[in-house]
T-cell receptor, first 115, second 114 residues
Framework: GDSVTQMEGPVTLSEEAFLTINCTYT??????LFWYVQYPGEGLQLLLK?????DKGSNKGFEATYRKETTSFHLEKGSVQVSDSAVYFC??????????????FGQGTRLTINP | EAQVTQNPRYLITVTGKKLTVTCSQN?????MSWYRQDPGLGLRQIYY???????DKGDVPEGYKVSRKEKRNFPLILESPSPNQTSLYFC?????????????FGPGTRLTVL
């Protein structure tokens, strides 16, 4: 079945450091790819998404590019802030309208940014 | 404000005592889903619903029931909770028509079964 693998955490960085969280996937079709963020005590919020190969999703300074050849969707940010401390989930969704439409999640990566 | 709400947010109960976690969305979404989040496992889907009176099992449905009598509500029922159902539960919804596949999540319900 479809699966998502994220780099293991926790990840601890200093403010203004460069961030990369790796995500690779296995899927039989052409999934949409997502990054969700979970701030402490809150539900998941969509951070960014990409729906086809070579698309780049971006939001709040975060970026991720859908790489079909390497089946990857790595999350990057050039200069992190303390407020970016959260758990980040990579996920995929098969199809757009038909079918089960479930999201398949990675295990999550806890990010802590120190001032 | 568009949102998904869940109640209760926190619940401690004992083995075998039936409980219901409610989920409601105000976005007129057709699709609703329940996930559980466990450390090191990410989120796993329990049940989902494509519309009123249409529900189906996800990856980990054992020990859970759902119903979808109204479009806005999708309660999760644990008929006889057990300690292995201690987890953080999330409800989510999304539109089916229109092509967007973004899911909106509720704030979560932390359940402890003693």
């Amino acid at each position: 079945g479809d699966s998502v693998t994220q780099m293991e955490g926790p990840v601890t960085l200093s403010e203004e450091a460069f961030l990369t969280i790796n995500c690779t996937y296995t899927a039989t079709g052409y999934p949409s790819l997502f990054w969700y963020v979970q701030y402490p005590g809150e539900g998941l919020q969509l951070l960014l998404k990409a729906t086809k190969a070579d698309d780049k999703g971006s939001n709040k300074g975060f970026e991720a590019t859908y790489r079909k050849e390497t089946t990857s969707f790595h999350l990057e940010k050039g200069s992190v802030q303390v407020s970016d401390s959260a758990v980040y989930f990579c996920a995929l969704s098969e199809g757009v309208i038909q079918g089960a439409q479930k999201l398949v999640f990675g295990q999550g990566t806890r990010l802590t940014i120190n001032p | 404000e568009a949102q998904v709400t869940q109640n209760p947010r926190y619940l401690i109960t004992v083995t075998g005592k039936k409980l219901t976690v409610t989920c409601s969305q105000n976005m007129n979404h057709e699709y609703m889903s329940w996930y559980r989040q466990d450390p090191g496992l990410g989120l796993r889907q329990i049940y989902y619903s494509m519309n009123v009176e249409v529900t189906d099992k996800g990856d980990v449905p054992e020990g859970y029931k759902v119903s979808r009598k109204e479009k806005r509500n999708f309660p999760l029922i644990l008929e006889s909770p057990s300690p292995n159902q201690t987890s953080l539960y999330f409800c989510a919804s999304r539109r089916l028509a229109g092509g967007t596949d973004t899911q909106y999540f509720g704030p979560g319900t932390r359940l402890t079964v003693l």
